[in-house]
């Protein structure tokens, strides 16, 4: 017999839950949503989570060819940048990635506390490996995104691990340095591993790795998001050597070996990394004043975090789902609605400030007059 009851439509932010199977896979709505989106190719993109850069790649000679040398370790070119040993070092198939492989390599409660807001597969992720997962929250203050202490106590009791992005998604925002001592304190004595996605973290010039805070903090990073290489598939995590071993293990389980060619692409590009941090500067510099300025002229306040490429604001009053749909497909405009990272941010926006300066400009101006449309009705 058929059921009557009503059909209920899933949240589009992360769920937490159980581990997941079959037809329990949570989706990333955010994903399914935003693809489509791309695939209109709207001309005024503020969406993007990353750095659009050109780089010139032509100079890499023959990097679909197995350059893999005797006697050399591919390790070498991550460890010498971080100032740590190999044995410090695994590479992998990006950040996502690097998540895995560290929840794999310290779960034995098969219990995950994962920080929201959140990226869906970051905070997913562990479900997908067989381990249940509860959310700890950061909350909006003044500036900061801050920690909810009380939570966190009590949740962080009967982990393995915490999965944390300290560059917060959606809005930028990074811990307070009283919150990354607590935090560092608090899990250690908890005895929990701290595993943190770090792959806005290289817009902070002075960003400290996590990995720095002791043997229960794993850092995972990749090229994607601040330096624009999505493309090479090239991350890498660094942990206790210990951990590394395990994670090795499982990544040759999964993976087998790295792409020789995302390893050539990535080694000549290291060098020059800053090339790509420098436009991100530059692209504040000059976007982020004509963003500010649009806001204020709106009415609505916000401080823009400090570094990074995108950051998030209220619009009171307005669903932005629903103004990104509506008033935004019909004049060409995207952005990334809060809704995609946690319940109860429905009235968030997205931005990021990651494109050249003239595309940007024309976007502001679209985006300030869909926003002042919306707030002025009834």
């Known amino acids: 017999m058929l059921s009557l009851e009503p059909y209920s439509m899933p949240p589009f932010y992360p769920e937490v839950g159980k581990a997941a199977r079959g037809a329990t896979i949570p ?80 779960c034995d409660r098969r219990r995950i506390a994962v920080e929201m807001p959140s990226y869906g597969p970051v905070s997913q992720s562990a479900r997908l490996l067989g381990m249940e997962t509860v959310a700890v929250h950061r909350r909006p203050a003044d500036t900061h995104w801050l920690i ?20 917060l998604n959606p809005t930028g925002w990074d811990y307070t340095d009283d919150d990354r ?38 850092t995972v990073s990749s090229l994607t998001k601040v ?32 792409s020789s060619s995302s390893i050539q692409f990535a080694e000549a590009v290291f060098p020059r990394l800053h090339e790509a941090e420098d436009k991100i500067r530059e692209y504040r510099e000059i976007n982020l004043p004509l963003l500010i300025a649009a806001l204020e002229r709106l009415g609505i306040d916000w401080a823009p975090p400090p570094n990074g490429v995108f950051g998030a604001f209220r619009i009171p009053g307005v669903d932005t789902k629903a103004l ?16 995609m990272f946690d319940e109860g941010l429905d009235e968030w926006l997205r931005v990021a400030w990651s494109i050249d300066p003239q595309s940007f400009a024309a976007a502001v101006e ?9 707030m002025s009705e009834p």
């Open 148 to 167: 909810d202490r009380d939570e966190w106590s009590k949740q962080l009791t009967d982990v393995d691990a915490v999965v944390v992005t300290p560059q």
């Open 227 to 258: 330096h624009g290489l999505g493309a090479i598939r090239y991350g890498w995590v660094i942990a206790a050597p210990h951990l590394i071993e395990r994670i090795g293990d499982a990544f040759h389980n999964l993976a087998g070996q790295m």
């Open 27 to 106: 989706p990333v709505a955010y994903l399914k949503w935003y693809i489509e989106c791309l695939d209109e190719q709207r001309p005024h993109n503020l969406s993007f989570s990353g750095l659009q850069f050109e780089w010139d790649l032509s100079d890499v000679e023959e990097a679909w060819l197995d350059h893999r040398r005797f006697g050399g370790d591919e390790r070498d070119v991550v460890a010498q940048q971080f100032g740590v040993s190999v044995e410090n070092v695994h590479l992998c198939l990006g950040a996502t990635q690097g998540i895995s492989l560290a929840l794999l390599a310290v």
């Open 324 to 339: 990104i749909d509506g008033p935004g497909k019909d004049n060409g405009l995207l952005a990334v609605p809060g809704c």
């Open 181 to 218: 001592e607590w935090l560092v304190n608090t899990c250690r004595e908890k005895g929990v591993h701290i595993i943190s996605d770090e792959v806005y973290a290289a817009a902070d010039s002075k960003w400290k790795g996590m990995y720095l805070e002791g043997e229960h903090c794993i």
């Open 366 to 374: 679209v985006l300030e007059r869909i926003i002042g449309n919306a």
